[in-house]
């Protein structure tokens, strides 16, 4: 009988709808078609985040998600009034300044509103080298693997890059 409980509630825990986006979000996901590329999939709670990430004023979106063709795990971006959305991870990044393949590792994400925070910095051969203290004017969202660290996301004012934290 119990067996029988925990199989239901795993399989209602599977099907549990999605957070429903902003009304403005989910029209921008609509109109990019991201739907035939991507599902929302909160591997993190919450499922998306909301500040405005690009200082514009206006509050963004990060939302969780896989990539349908290879379950690949990755975080799209949505800027408020902008068309082009920002693919980090799930192997379609093309942005150099940000880490690329699957975000599988993560299981905790949150905003983090600091007014600076400090980058793990290696040398070409991967050694640790130092670090350094980076100023921050807007949000970033913070990734992290508990007991191993992980890094932040965070626009530049051109595009996001990787603020590593822990090695």
């Known amino acids: 009988m119990l067996m029988l409980l925990f ?12 957070t429903p986006l902003p009304a403005w979000a989910q029209a921008q996901w609509a109109q990019a078609g991201l739907n035939k590329t991507f599902e929302r999939k909160a591997y993190a709670k919450p499922g998306f985040l909301q500040a405005d990430f690009n200082g514009d004023g206006k509050i963004d979106v990060a939302i969780l998600v896989a990539r ?18 920002h693919v980090l991870g799930t192997s379609l990044n093309t942005n150099q300044g940000i880490i690329k393949g699957d975000l599988s590792w993560v299981n905790h994400w949150r905003l983090y509103r600091g007014p600076r925070t400090d980058e793990v910095l290696f040398n070409p051969d ?3 080298l130092d670090t350094r203290t980076v100023r921050l004017k807007r ?23 990787w603020i590593h934290q822990t090695c």
Do not use: C, F
């Open 7 to 18: 199989a239901s509630l795993l399989a209602l825990a599977k099907s549990a709808p999605v």
């Open 68 to 85: 349908l063709a290879t379950r690949s795990r990755g975080i799209i971006i949505l800027h408020q009034g902008q068309a082009v959305p």
């Open 126 to 128: 991967g050694d640790l």
């Open 139 to 161: 949000p970033t969202i913070e990734l992290t693997k508990e007991e191993q660290g992980g890094g932040m996301i965070y626009w530049n004012g051109k595009r996001y890059i």
